[in-house]
């Protein structure tokens, strides 16, 4: 299951146009940078300006967070910033719908890629870095913290130092080993992986957010919405990928 899912992920890429490929390894950042005696609130500039020469290590490094059938017919993926006000009304109004309307019903999977517009939003590197520490403890954990994260937007957002405070208390509002979420978060740990996020968007042509590509299985082509302000959208995309679909079956 797992092998398919990771393969079709890449088709999914590739449809995309990804064509320039990256060499994941080893490349001795130190968190220190950040100044947070080691705290990682930044991302890491080797990954962001390597070169490139193999797209499966982007892809697994990136380790898009999946929510849904693996094998549903339709995939979604949405690039996404924990501090951007848009991607905090995609989470809290028109996500949920999609998650009831298809993400459920197994109509489609959902795949998160974090995106922090970094330059704008000075805390969404660290916020991407805290919801993956909070995967650490389990994939159930992802999710409830995602939307915690965005729930609370306008709270630790508008800190002037980095919430490392607010984030852990997050984590305790949803059952998370706080000892050890604590020592996630004060690290570099994930940093790797957010900045692969962000370079496959990049690679992707992802400049906004949110960013949402939505294609089925087995396509050769991808619809992309930026900015989405409603779901009547996404019912009109979807259903019209799945009439493809059944057309495409009937041949």
């Known amino acids: 299951m797992a092998e398919k899912k990771g393969g079709d992920l890449k088709a999914f890429y590739v449809v995309l146009g990804v064509t320039a490929l990256i060499a994941v390894a ?4 130190s968190a220190s940078r950040s100044g947070l005696s080691g705290v990682a609130t930044q991302p890491i500039d080797a990954i962001l300006e390597a070169e490139i020469a193999d797209i499966q290590a982007l892809v697994d490094m990136a380790a898009g967070v999946v929510r849904g059938d693996p094998e549903a017919p339709i ?4 690039f996404g910033d ?29 795949v998160f890629h974090d995106f922090p517009l970094v330059r704008d939003h000075p805390h969404a590197f660290l916020a ?17 913290y995602h939307d915690r994260l965005f729930s609370l937007q306008s709270i630790w957002s508008v800190s002037q130092a980095p919430p490392l405070s607010a984030f852990e208390n997050y984590a ?13 978060l004060r690290s570099d740990r994930y940093a790797d992986v957010v900045s692969a996020n962000m370079r496959l968007g990049r690679e992707l042509g992802v400049n906004r957010t ?7 299985e087995g396509g050769r ?16 995309v979807i259903d019209r990928l799945l009439e493809e679909e059944d057309e495409g079956d009937g041949l």
Do not use: H
Not at 177 to 184: A, D, Q, W, Y
Not at 210 to 216: A, D, E, G, R
Not at 221 to 236: C, D, K, P, T, Y
């Open 172 to 184: 305790a509002t949803i059952g998370l080993n706080t000892e050890v979420f604590e020592g996630c």
């Open 221 to 236: 082509s991808a619809v992309r919405m930026v900015g989405v302000s409603n779901f009547e959208g996404f019912q009109e």
């Open 26 to 29: 080893a490349f001795g950042w």
């Open 75 to 78: 995939m979604i993926l949405e």
């Open 128 to 144: 991407a870095r805290a919801a993956r520490c909070a995967r650490d403890q389990g994939e159930q954990y992802f999710w409830p």
């Open 82 to 110: 924990f501090q951007c006000p848009a991607c905090q009304q995609f989470a809290t109004e028109i996500k949920p719908q999609i998650d009831l309307a298809f993400v459920e019903e197994g109509v489609s999977r959902f």
């Open 210 to 216: 949110p960013t949402i590509l939505v294609s089925k």
